[in-house]
């Protein structure tokens, strides 16, 4: 009989005789002797690929240039926020997504696949005026790879554009590469993740 399907059957035992009937001494060393077994962890915790001996699933560089658009663009319009998103999504999705994703298909291309699985999508920061709108980071070392930015750019005696840059880790994010702009208008834009 499966751990868990003991517990629950304790549990069960319990509430209906509302504490009065404790649990056998058999049962409770079958508990102990598989928590030594396991190192003192929870037999109903799964084990990690490494701890099991299997390997991680390996993603293909498609596979993983797919994952990263969904959330590059669930992110993007994340930060838009219901203010900005409804007036700029198309021009973002025809114009700025595309280069995108020749970014990160580039990045991509610089790691082995068996890499691809341990680089992760940041989340959007909720603080309105960074300019972030997600960074890709190897979650092994923390250390970012690539970094997706948006900022408020107002030309003298012009409107508001929304200009989308990226920065990389080979030139340790000094160099600025566009990925295009946007038109907002004269009057001055919300502010990052405003909803209407």
């Known amino acids: 009989m499966s751990i868990w399907l003991k517990k629950s059957f304790f ?17 409770l060393n ?8 396991n190192n003192g962890k929870p037999s109903s915790v799964e084990a990690t690929p490494e701890e099991s001996g299997e390997e991680e699933p390996v993603l293909t560089h498609d596979e993983f240039l797919e994952t990263m658009l969904v959330q590059a663009e669930k992110n993007a319009y994340e930060k838009f926020g219901t203010k900005i998103k409804p007036f ?11 280069n995108i994703e020749r ?5 991509a291309a610089q790691f082995p696949e068996e890499d691809l699985t341990s680089l992760t999508i940041s989340e959007v920061p909720q603080y309105a005026k960074t300019e972030k709108i997600f ?3 190897d979650e092994r070392s923390g250390e970012d790879i690539i ?6 750019d107002h030309p003298p005696k012009d409107g508001y554009y929304f200009n989308f840059h990226y920065h990389t880790a080979h030139d340790k994010f000094h160099a600025h590469h566009e990925l295009g702009s946007i038109y ?4 001055t834009p919300p ?4 909803v209407s």
């Open 11 to 27: 549990v069960l035992l319990s509430i209906l005789t509302f504490g009065l009937v404790s649990p056998s001494q058999p049962f």
């Open 30 to 37: 079958e508990e102990n002797h598989a928590l030594a077994k």
């Open 88 to 98: 700029i999504e198309d021009e973002f999705r025809s114009l700025i997504l595309p």
């Open 103 to 107: 970014a990160i298909e580039d990045t």
């Open 135 to 137: 960074h890709i980071y």
């Open 147 to 152: 970094r997706f930015h948006v900022r408020k």
């Open 184 to 187: 907002w208008d004269k009057n």
């Open 191 to 194: 502010q990052w993740m405003s």
